[in-house]
């Protein structure tokens, strides 16, 4: 159940990304928010858990002896594919929401996430997903349709194919995260190491981009807030928070459990920003929380062995 709530308070500070750009300063575009967001939270979550990293290894060869497994090409081209991912996965999320709207660019690219995440899932290991993780990804995906579409979109006509292909695209990012470190957790590395080396390959990749983005913004005081908590609560704590509780779970099940940011930026967007909500919104909300109840609910057990490894 602790890996449960990890999970889901990853997702909780996710959903504080929209309130926060919203309350931040003048200037900023989409790109160069991404970039500093990876920079500075890429470097935090990497400091932060290898340290923890080297910590946890120091025990666990002190109660059982057991040695780290070996950095071979496999590992460490899956460590640098969850980086690249998670490099990448910014700017497809905000090309959808720019051309189709926020409203339809987030249903697309978060509903979509924990169905490529079962679907890549089982692909791997050819392990059908349980009955309650259809069921509850069903309801919850359901919910976050209701929550979209209630909530009106931005875009006036139709769904552009580019942005929705956009859309897809970082939900895509998400499921292949969630099973290249499920792999490397099954393969005996530690959940520190993995996200420790997630954050190191994306701020490394995101500060090539620096030169090519405005950053006039981040002189403001705002502006500076704001980047400090994008990167160090929205990627530093929260893929630590994230990763750990993957370790508990199977990639399908920490991905639907990641709905939960939507339903977050809903309840922030109303009592700090001031939005209404539809009906049909409402609706959505419920269903979307029924899910992801139902999903912890069935999500007591611990997580059965994978069939694969990772070799070195």
Do not use: K
């Amino acid at each position: 159940m602790l890996h449960v709530l990890a999970v889901l308070a990853a997702a909780l500070l996710f959903g504080t990304t929209g309130t926060s750009q919203a309350l931040g300063p003048d200037g900023t575009t989409p790109l160069s928010i991404g970039v500093v967001r990876m920079v500075i939270g890429g470097t935090v979550l990497a400091v932060i858990a290898f340290l923890l990293a080297a910590r946890h290894t120091r025990r666990r060869q002190m109660d059982a002896g057991a040695a780290r497994p070996s950095l071979g090409i496999r590992p460490l081209s899956l460590m640098v594919l969850t980086g690249a991912c998670l490099a990448i996965y910014q700017p497809l999320f905000f090309l959808g929401t720019s051309v189709n709207g926020v409203a339809v660019g987030t249903v697309v690219a978060l509903g979509s996430a924990p169905v490529l995440a079962g679907l890549l899932e089982w692909a791997l290991t050819r392990r059908l997903p349980t009955a309650t993780w259809i069921g509850a990804t069903a309801l919850a995906t359901v919910g976050v349709v209701l929550l979209g579409f209630g909530g009106g979109a931005d875009a006036a006509g139709g769904t552009d194919p580019v942005g929705l292909l956009g859309s897809i695209g970082a939900g895509a990012s998400f499921a292949v995260i969630a099973n290249a470190q499920r792999r490397l957790l099954d393969a005996g590395w530690d959940p520190f190491t993995v996200v420790g080396a997630m954050g190191a390959s994306s701020a490394v990749l995101c500060a090539f981009a620096i030169p090519f983005v405005t950053l006039d913004w981040l002189g403001t005081t705002s502006g500076l807030i704001m980047a400090l908590w994008l990167g160090v609560a929205t990627i530093g704590v929260a893929y630590i928070l994230f990763t750990w509780g993957l370790s508990g779970l199977t990639a399908a099940t920490a991905a639907t459990l990641t709905l939960g940011e939507p339903l977050t930026a809903s309840v922030l967007g109303i009592t700090v920003l001031g939005e209404r909500l539809s009906v049909l919104a409402i609706v959505g909300l419920a269903v979307l929380a029924a899910g992801l109840a139902l999903l912890a609910w069935g999500s007591r057990s611990p997580r059965d062995p994978a069939p694969f490894a990772v070799e070195g």
